[in-house]
């Protein structure tokens, strides 16, 4: 088993760190929220109150940050834990950030004679508690199957993307297309029901023909539609408005370094900040539908 230091415990980290104290690894902690700090050492994770303070016998390092910045701050910043890491260790940096970010800060590893990948993830919260999520790696294929025992007690799927700043191009198109997916899901069954289908029937007809997809079979976004997802819990939980946001950012970021177009992901980016912007940062992005629906008639 290795000694493992686990950096950043969200609705993401917190269970994927979980998963290697179960695993049997010896995994030490840190994350800005002593709560969440609380819950791991109550698991068997070792607790520290800074994140330098875990890096002592680390083998592996891992963290996952909300955005580019946390990222970079952390290993690069002016406290970076970069020059405390130890020589041989792997650095896992599992956060969606920008393909640059990524690049950069794995550099900046080299330098220092440390191997860094970046495996950013699908799956969702539901995912990183059932160990069944999808690391997207980028980084030499050495590097990843020297991580390859630890993710795979974390994720069912694990693809190489390619060099570093790979993985985290492949998950920016995949979370692109979910966010597109997604809007136009709500979008449909909003026009359904405003036409008065009923959603269910509406869901099962679709599923069944050419508009079926992810989003509609797996995540429903409409109301009493489907079980165990956040339209069904008020869209509490899950992958936040804010955090898609943040994605298809990143997306217009890289379409125009590539001078790409991407018409529909930029609608969709739209369409989720004035979500946010009306109160919902910190909905389910499935409540992109209340966004769509169309008003009762009074």
Same mark, same amino acid.
């Given at each position: 088993m290795s000694n493992i230091a686990f950096i950043g415990l969200g609705n993401m980290g917190g269970p994927m760190a979980l998963? *290697?104290?179960?695993?049997?690894? &010896?995994?030490?902690?840190? @994350?800005?929220?002593?709560?969440?700090?609380?819950?791991?050492?109550?698991? +068997?994770?070792?607790?520290?109150?800074? %994140?330098?303070?875990?890096?002592?016998g680390a083998e592996i390092v891992i963290s996952m940050l909300p955005a580019s910045q946390h990222v970079e701050a952390l290993y690069l910043g002016q406290d970076g834990i970069l020059p405390q890491i130890e020589a041989g260790a792997l650095v896992i940096d599992c956060s969606t950030i920008a393909p640059h970010s990524a690049v950069k800060v794995a550099q900046a590893a080299a330098a220092r004679g440390l191997t860094m990948i970046d495996a950013p993830v699908s799956g969702g919260t539901a995912g990183a508690a059932a160990g069944t999520l999808t690391f997207i790696v980028g980084g030499a294929a050495e590097a990843l199957e020297r991580a390859r025992p630890v993710l795979a007690q974390m994720g069912k799927n694990i693809f190489h993307a390619g060099a570093n700043g790979a993985g985290q191009t492949a998950k920016i198109c995949n979370n692109m297309l979910l966010g597109v997916l997604m809007a136009g899901t709500a979008e449909a069954l909003a026009l359904g029901v405003a036409n008065g289908l @009923?959603?269910?029937? *509406?869901? @099962?007809?679709?599923?069944? =023909? =050419?508009?079926? #997809?992810?989003?509609?079979?797996?995540? #429903?976004?409409?109301? +009493?539609?489907m079980d165990n997802v956040p339209?069904?819990?008020?869209?509490?939980? +899950?992958?936040?408005?804010?955090?898609?946001?943040?994605?298809?950012?990143?997306?217009?970021?890289? %379409?125009?370094?590539? &001078?790409?177009?991407?018409?529909?992901?930029? *609608? %969709? &980016?739209?369409?989720?900040? *004035?979500? =946010?912007? =009306?109160?919902?940062? %910190?909905? @389910?992005?499935?409540s992109i539908l209340q966004l769509l629906q169309t008003p009762p008639r009074g």
């Open positions: 998963n *290697l104290v179960k695993a049997g690894h &010896r995994v030490n902690v840190f @994350d800005l929220s002593r709560e969440a700090v609380g819950r791991l050492a109550q698991a +068997g994770a070792l607790a520290a109150g800074s %994140a330098h303070a875990i890096l002592e @009923d959603p269910k029937v *509406l869901s @099962d007809i679709m599923s069944k =023909s =050419s508009g079926r #997809n992810w989003a509609l079979e797996l995540y #429903n976004p409409y109301p +009493g539609v339209a069904a819990r008020g869209y509490q939980g +899950g992958f936040g408005v804010d955090l898609m946001v943040k994605d298809l950012g990143l997306a217009a970021e890289a %379409a125009l370094a590539a &001078r790409a177009a991407i018409p529909l992901g930029e *609608l %969709a &980016r739209n369409l989720y900040a *004035l979500h =946010s912007g =009306s109160g919902a940062g %910190a909905l @389910d992005f499935s």
